[in-house]
């Protein structure tokens, strides 16, 4: 197994909309983000990969891109892109981009060529079918985010494909001359010094072959099986690594929508020269069912545990994970794994111990690192989220529930409660920004927030930035193999790791209740290397734990 840089390496992701805004329109922006370098440098993490950045007319805020080699004028300007780039590396970290490479947006010049006619030379750059014989769309394939995934063109009346909204077009990647054009777009940001790709639902890319109907199975299968892993699919992932990523000090990071620990290899060994690393949706899926706004399930540690050790178990030498427990598309982890009110300092804390002790690269998600929560938006009006509107939208028509429960599991699931503006101070709209920003500021800005934090040496951010200090110093956190130990427990997480002579373990208190922990290992020399209380109760082979106390301890 190679040990490099990115494995290692700490990524943080910044969804630049609700970053920091520097010019007070309500926006984060670029120039927003080179204001907090310092800061962003001071939590020691790496790798900073940024949401989309590129033209957009924001159907999807940027993963419905109209051009792949400009700037979304509200994030700034090229000049601010190299700025940024620039002063990140000379901090001695690195940048990737968000490449949304399965559609671009309906704004896109290829898009707005294709539709003017069927001999156009852009046609052939989307998925275009005659409609079904009594008119409707060729197959029944859903969008992700409600409704018909096709949707009706009048001048040629044909329909096109969208997997997402109608305002992101699915690419057609059988055609020769949009691979090339992704490929140019990625080296133009790699000819810059960019660091890598997170690519967006990469899994969708191949289609399969006269679009078949999708079975009456659950969305997520549907998924797997119709929508994703296509024909053609690894054969693009090859040609694409071959022609850009490989010749150049990058690294890719998939999106695995879609895939699943038994296929997941084919993506990822290394041996096959394909990605990096990707990160699968069951943990950030693991209380959802079937698909967002469905049927959800209570939060199950030992579910979890599974989750955890059936991948590191498909993966293991063989390829590499990413892990994530947050981003943009859910809800808060705080709130979903932890316990936000009671023990929201504490719950945050252990959820970062077993976050960073975990296999795979850490992925950290914008805000989770001073304990972020979900938001609670009164009204529909104040939902931005396209996906939660859609729902929203949809319900209204269909009425399989109420209004007000529409709403309440948009308040648990959706999107918005990740994207709510960074809390920076417990100034006006937590000095996110002097205007009104986009999207509504959690009230809690006055409780949590960067500064209040900054200055607390017991704060969750102060936590999070020793915690990855001791990371770095230990390989064992990141290369480590695992022993589950009290597998079955449904309320302690516990296990050990080693690589080479390190050895720590890992004891983790998903509870609000006290609790006792015993092992065959000794421990009464081990040296705690974390703790989320200030002191830990250790008695010959028992240990004592407080609520969602969790602790590592180097043996
Ligand atoms: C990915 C993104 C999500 C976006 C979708 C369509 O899942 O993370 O935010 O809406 O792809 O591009
Ligand atoms: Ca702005």
């Not at 020691?44 to 949401?51: A, E, F, M, P, R």
């Not at 051009?67 to 001695?92: A, S, V, W």
């Not at 997170?198 to 890319?205: A, G, N």
């Not at 006290?514 to 200030?534: G, M, P, R």
Request: with cysteine; charged share 25%.
């Amino acid at each position: 197994m190679s040990l490099t840089w990115f494995k290692k390496g700490t990524v943080y992701q910044i969804y630049p909309r609700s970053f920091n805004d520097s010019n007070g329109d309500g926006i984060g922006d670029l120039r927003g983000i080179i204001e907090k370098l310092d800061y962003l440098q001071s939590l020691n993490v790496d790798i900073l990969w940024l949401s989309p950045i590129f033209s957009s007319p924001n159907d999807d805020n940027g993963y419905d891109i109209s051009d792949y080699c400009n700037i979304m004028p509200e994030f700034g300007t090229m000049e601010d892109f190299d700025e940024l780039l620039q002063k990140t590396h000379d901090r001695g970290m690195r940048l990737i981009l968000d490449l949304v490479a399965n559609h671009c947006s309906d704004e896109h010049r290829w898009f707005e060529e294709a539709k003017k006619s069927k001999d156009n030379s852009y046609r052939d750059y989307f998925h275009w079918r005659k409609p079904a014989s009594d008119g409707g769309p060729p197959n029944n394939w859903k969008s992700f985010f409600g409704g018909s995934a096709w949707e009706y063109d009048s001048v040629s009346g044909e329909y096109y494909l969208h997997l997402f909204t109608k305002k992101q077009p699915d690419l057609n990647w059988e055609n020769p001359k949009v691979r090339e054009e992704i490929y140019n777009a990625m080296r133009f940001w790699l000819d810059k010094g960019v660091d890598g790709f997170r690519m967006d639902v990469i899994p969708l890319i191949s289609k399969r072959e006269g679009y078949p109907d999708a079975p009456n199975v659950g969305f997520r299968k549907i998924i797997e099986d119709i929508y994703a892993n296509g024909p053609r699919l690894h054969e693009y992932l090859k040609e694409m690594t071959e022609k850009v990523v490989s010749r150049y000090d990058a690294f890719s990071l998939a999106e695995g929508v879609g895939i699943n620990h038994n296929n997941a290899g084919l993506y990822i060994n290394h041996d096959r020269k394909e990605l990096d690393m990707l990160y699968h949706f069951d943990i950030l899926e693991c209380t959802i069912v079937n698909g967002k706004f469905e049927e959800a399930s209570p939060f199950d540690l030992v579910n979890m545990k599974n989750i955890f050790k059936r991948w590191r178990d498909a993966v293991h030498e063989k390829g590499w994970l990413a892990n994530a427990m947050g981003n943009h598309d859910f809800a808060r982890m705080v709130s979903r794994f932890g316990n936000d009110k009671q023990y929201w300092s504490e719950s945050a804390k252990m959820l970062f111990i077993l976050q960073s002790t975990q296999n795979g690269t850490l992925n950290i998600y914008q805000g989770d690192e001073i304990g972020m929560t979900n938001i609670v938006l009164d009204s529909i009006n104040e939902v931005k989220d396209i996906q939660s509107l859609n729902f929203y939208n949809e319900n209204l028509e269909t009425q399989r529930y109420s209004k007000e429960l529409a709403l309440e599991m948009i308040n648990r699931e959706g999107r918005d409660n990740a994207r709510t503006p960074i809390q920076w101070n417990d100034e006006i709209n937590g000095g996110f920004s002097i205007k009104e920003p986009w999207l509504k500021v959690n009230p809690n800005y006055h409780t949590i927030n960067v500064e209040k934090q900054d200055k607390d040496p017991d704060s969750i951010l102060n936590f999070y930035r020793n915690l990855l200090k001791v990371r770095k110093n230990h390989d064992v956190f990141v290369y480590g193999d695992v022993e589950e130990l009290e597998f079955n427990d449904p309320s302690i997480y516990a296990y050990s790791k080693v690589f080479g002579k390190e050895k720590i373990m890992v004891i983790l208190n998903f509870s609000s209740t006290n609790t006792k922990f015993s092992t065959s290992e000794n421990i009464n020399d081990a040296e705690v290397l974390i703790n989320n209380y200030s002191s830990i109760e250790i008695f010959k082979d028992t240990i004592s734990l407080k609520a969602y106390q969790g602790i590592i301890l180097k043996l």
